[in-house]
């Protein structure tokens, strides 16, 4: 059997008086996953381990039921993996974004969601400024860039941009966890600081301005780690061939950790207008030749941290239609059967803009399978499903595990 894990990132949400006390999945018209939840069996996945910031990069390795205590080292390193820059014994990665300041406040993480090209000018910019032997910076995917330190202690206390929109920044600068780390944080902030010198000036900041965008007119580096020691997914599960679609650096980067081939999609842009065409199809291809496929999509994700509920509610709707219905559709026949499971990484709530540590909603569906009661896919419905809560690796085993497991229990 083949098997694919479609996750929209940050689709899950609270329940919105705008939406009728409904929540974005509730609202949505979601045929496919509805559907698929009625033939299939249902629960909740714990994502964030006690003791962890609900990042993407936990909750995607998470997903993948990796120890997070073994081997998380923040996202830049994952980052690092994907932009195929090789960390060496001693070096600090971290993601650095590029932010909009509006005063001292920091407006968005995404930098009004600049360009890949416009950044990739401002990161150049950056490095021809403040790079060093030891000091580098690295352009990656829009607002999404690594920062390199060689001798840099990770012990340091860093807050995500994402988490902090129309906030102080200066209270949110990076702070030492432990005194061998204070010269680190003290080299990151100077560099934070001196980044708004420069970015201000520069003539792609001045000409978004004139028209109307979202300067990039700040860094802001976080999640600081050294490179990983992760096992493979053929060494987790006997999983003999697999692969990752996504426009993320960090979900490409979990994959090339976790020994999955990268397939990238033209038009994969990680916000509302990707691909999902392309992706959907890169996704069937795969399944032709690969075990199992990663396919990842990040736009509802976006829409959680702008605060824009319609534009949640489309995206949900986008992922239903054109990836969850096509991929179904496309391989319904295949006289191999393909299992499939669709959840969040964790939640994105419009009405805060960040992330939660809520446990996340599954389906699991699998040709032949004893369905449970569940006959929607939405935060609540899904309460009711067999599979209960789950957390560490029980939902890999769990999707991974052959049909008659599932009768066994009376699934």
């Given at each position: 059997?083949?098997?694919?894990?479609?996750?929209?990132?940050?689709?899950?949400?609270?329940?919105?008086?705008?939406?009728?006390?409904?929540?974005?999945?509730?609202?949505?018209?979601?045929?496919?996953?509805?559907?698929?939840?009625?033939?299939?069996?249902?629960?909740?996945?714990?994502?964030?381990?006690?003791?962890?910031?609900?990042?993407?990069?936990?909750?995607?390795?998470?997903?993948?039921?990796?120890?997070?205590?073994?081997?998380?080292?923040?996202?830049?390193?994952?980052?690092?993996?994907?932009?195929?820059?090789?960390?060496?014994?001693?070096e600090l990665a971290m993601r650095c974004n590029l932010v909009c300041l509006q005063g001292e406040l920091l407006k968005n993480h995404s930098a009004g969601h600049i360009s890949n090209e416009e950044a990739g000018e401002l990161i150049a910019a950056l490095n021809?400024?403040?790079?060093?032997?030891?000091?580098?910076?690295?352009?990656?995917?829009?607002?999404?860039?690594?920062?390199?330190?060689?001798?840099?202690?990770?012990?340091?206390?860093?807050?995500?941009?994402?988490?902090?929109?129309?906030?102080?920044?200066?209270?949110?600068?990076?702070?030492?966890?432990?005194?061998?780390?204070?010269?680190?944080?003290?080299?990151?902030?100077?560099?934070?600081?001196?980044?708004?010198?420069?970015?201000?000036?520069?003539?792609v900041n001045q000409k978004r301005i004139a028209a109307g965008k979202d300067p990039a007119n700040s860094i802001w580096p976080w999640s600081p780690g050294y490179r990983p020691a992760m096992q493979t997914l053929e060494a987790l599960y006997d999983i003999r061939k697999s692969a990752v679609i996504s426009a993320v650096d960090l979900i490409r980067g979990i994959g090339v950790y976790a020994g999955m081939e990268v397939i990238p999609v033209d038009g994969a842009t990680g916000l509302y207008n990707t691909n999902y065409e392309g992706k959907a199809q890169a996704a069937v291809t795969a399944l032709h030749t690969h075990d199992f496929v990663y396919l990842h999509v990040e736009a509802s994700d976006e829409a959680g941290h702008e605060g824009d509920v319609q534009l949640k509610v489309r995206t949900i709707e986008d992922l239903d239609q054109r990836i969850v219905g096509a991929i179904y559709e496309a391989v319904r026949q295949w006289d191999e059967p393909v299992a499939i499971a669709v959840l969040p990484d964790h939640p994105t709530p419009c009405a805060i803009r960040t992330h939660t540590k809520d446990p996340v909603p599954f389906l699991i569906y699998k040709p032949g399978q004893t369905p449970d009661a569940v006959d929607r896919y939405d935060e609540f419905s899904v309460r009711q499903g067999t599979c209960g809560l789950l957390s560490g690796d029980a939902f890999m085993k769990t999707f991974l595990a052959p049909c008659r497991i599932f009768e066994s229990l009376n699934l």
């Open positions: 059997m083949k098997h694919i894990l479609i996750l929209g990132d940050g689709m899950a949400d609270e329940p919105l008086d705008v939406l009728g006390g409904k929540t974005p999945l509730q609202y949505a018209r979601t045929p496919y996953m509805d559907a698929l939840a009625q033939q299939g069996v249902s629960g909740r996945l714990r994502t964030v381990p006690d003791g962890f910031h609900p990042g993407s990069e936990v909750a995607n390795l998470a997903v993948l039921g990796y120890n997070l205590p073994a081997v998380y080292e923040g996202r830049g390193v994952l980052e690092a993996a994907s932009m195929n820059v090789e960390l060496h014994p001693g021809q400024s403040l790079g060093d032997d030891r000091v580098q910076f690295h352009a990656g995917v829009s607002y999404r860039h690594l920062l390199v330190v060689k001798g840099g202690d990770k012990r340091l206390a860093c807050t995500p941009p994402h988490d902090i929109p129309m906030h102080p920044f200066r209270p949110a600068l990076i702070k030492a966890e432990e005194a061998g780390a204070r010269e680190t944080a003290a080299l990151l902030n100077r560099l934070v600081l001196k980044s708004q010198e420069i970015l201000s000036a520069h003539p």
